[in-house]
């Protein structure tokens, strides 16, 4: 019988894991899309190894991160000898790769994608995402390959085609003829493109992924199509069925905060602002951010310890918010249903014991045992700045951020 995960394990992970570019490549091989050959190399020697061996004239070396726009930031270049290739790699795994999607701190690059070049006719983008309007997964192509597609969709919407795609039945054969005529492809290209859309579709489906993006596909001198880059993420909720994308994580890539946070069984999100947040429950997680904000103040995160955590989780997730060299104020905004307030407060407790508090403390209790959460706080010797509701809470927490930083 099939596993089925429980709503804490559900909620305890990010809600998508992402791999590398050559590890996505690797699943458009086995579902039969044609993809570059290439070599994932980690120095500058096994670069240059790398180009002999696929015996070209040109390749091209590629930072592996997960993050989009490698090329402005110099993590792509273009090489026509070994040496290029090895000075190419070099330079990129000197320093972090700065891009559109990572920090202004960059993200270090410690895997290359060294692969053969080609003869680009045109390119094209071919995307798989799920519309939660529809309520389905919908394929998106479109002629301006190579480039974003969100800044496709703000300035020439007309140019991005779309079909939603059945989750039983997969891509109905006319819908691939659709897009595939849609895009303009030549005559010959027509049975291959719709072919590459039903198996882009089916391994969207087997795999459980939440998007899927070939940026570009491009249409070869000789007529052939090729899966020039490759984008997938997966639903983390559905990875107990695919141990094989579980071995694919690149613990490095991801933040650690959020790693702690999954094997605590705790929804954690890093974010840009100053307030730690320790909530339980999405809902009014959510609620709290917008309240913090309302309030003149920015979230630094995420945090939900869900409506059953221990006081070990609640310690733990103390001690991840406090990890964040941004945090100036914590805001701890509890409404004790299931979970009870004397547990947070005993997890506060524990935490500032072993962590040695050094931000301001607010903290907001109401519902089940909160007369026993409000004392066992008040007599615990920890410095906590009361609030009897919400808004009281994030304008207290935005004034000590403030006096704090």
Not at 61 to 86: F, M, N, P, T
């Amino acid at each position: 019988m099939e596993r089925v995960l429980t709503p804490c394990e559900e909620t305890s992970k990010p809600s998508h894991v992402k791999i590398h570019e050559y590890q996505a490549k690797q699943l458009f091989r086995e579902a039969g899309i044609q993809v570059p050959t290439g070599h994932v190399v980690a120095t500058p020697a096994e670069a240059g190894a790398a180009f002999e061996a696929l015996g070209q004239p040109l390749a091209v070396v590629k930072a592996q991160i997960h993050a989009g726009g490698r090329g402005k930031g110099g993590g792509v270049k273009l090489v026509r000898s070994a040496q290029e290739a090895r000075q190419a790699a070099e330079a990129i795994l000197a320093k972090p790769l700065v891009t559109p999607q990572t920090s202004a701190e960059g993200q270090p690059v410690k895997t290359l994608l060294v692969e053969e070049g080609c003869d680009i006719e045109h390119e094209y983008y071919v995307g798989i995402t799920l519309d939660r309007g529809l309520g389905r997964p919908v394929l998106m192509a479109s002629t301006e390959g190579g480039m974003d597609i969100e800044t496709v969709a703000a300035e020439t919407p007309e140019k991005i085609l779309k079909v939603s795609i059945d989750p039983s039945g997969g891509l109905a054969a006319w819908q691939a003829r659709s897009l595939a005529y849609g895009l303009g492809l030549p005559a010959e290209a027509i049975k291959p493109a719709c072919q590459l859309f039903g198996q882009l579709t089916q391994l969207y489906l087997d795999k459980d992924a939440s998007l899927m993006e070939v940026n570009p596909l491009v249409l070869t001198k000789d007529g052939g199509l090729l899966a020039l880059d490759g984008k997938i993420n997966f639903d983390s909720n559905a990875l107990y069925r695919h141990p094989d994308v579980v071995e694919m994580r690149d613990l490095d890539e991801e933040d650690p905060r959020e790693s702690k946070a999954a094997e605590a069984g705790l929804a954690y999100i890093a974010l840009d602002g100053t307030i730690g947040c320790l909530v339980n429950g999405a809902g009014l997680a959510m609620g709290t951010m917008d309240t913090i904000q309302l309030a003149g103040g920015s979230p630094a995160n995420f945090l939900d310890v869900g409506g059953g955590a221990t006081a070990e989780q609640v310690s733990a997730a103390f001690k991840i918010i406090l990890s964040d060299p941004k945090v100036r104020a914590i805001l701890v905004n509890i409404f004790g249903g299931i979970m009870k307030c004397d547990v947070i407060a005993d997890g506060i407790i524990a935490a500032a014991s072993e962590t040695k508090l050094s931000v301001p403390l607010v903290v907001r209790l109401e519902g089940t045992n909160v007369e026993r959460g409000r004392e066992l706080l008040e007599t615990s010797g920890i410095d906590v700045i009361t609030a009897s509701d919400l808004a009281d809470a994030a304008a207290k927490a935005v004034e000590c951020a403030g006096a704090s930083s």
